[in-house]
Nanobody, 119 residues
């Protein structure tokens, strides 16, 4: 059984920062690509940032220069450092990871963590 748990969300003022974590646990052989998604109220879930198993990263244009995705393979954890936050960054942030258990290669979602940017 594999679980992804996001944490680090909260209420922050515009211009502030938050660091989200996505921790994987269970029968993990390896973690491949990992994505962070954002779902704003009443909208679809959109990709925000992507990191490969080798550490290459990509970002949606709206967060480039403000967000940084990184990973600590020893801790099976991926982070999303968010700076210069704007009200439009508000939403539930989900991580999505492709994980090998040694028997299966599957796509897993976390439960999400709420980020609210408001004064």
């Amino acid at each position: 059984q594999v679980q992804l748990v996001e944490s680090g969300g909260g209420l922050v003022q515009p211009g502030g920062s938050l660091r989200l974590s996505c921790a994987a646990s269970g029968s993990i052989f390896s973690i491949r690509d990992v994505d962070w998604y954002r779902q704003a109220p009443g909208k679809q879930r959109d990709l925000v940032a992507h990191i490969t198993s080798g550490g290459s990263t990509n970002y949606v244009d709206s967060v480039k220069g403000r967000f940084t995705i990184s990973r600590d393979n020893a801790k099976n954890t991926v982070y999303l450092e968010m700076n210069s936050l704007k009200p439009e960054d508000t939403g539930v942030y989900y991580c999505n990871a492709v994980i090998s258990t040694g028997f299966h290669l599957r796509n897993y979602w976390g439960q999400g963590t709420q980020v609210t940017v408001s004064s």
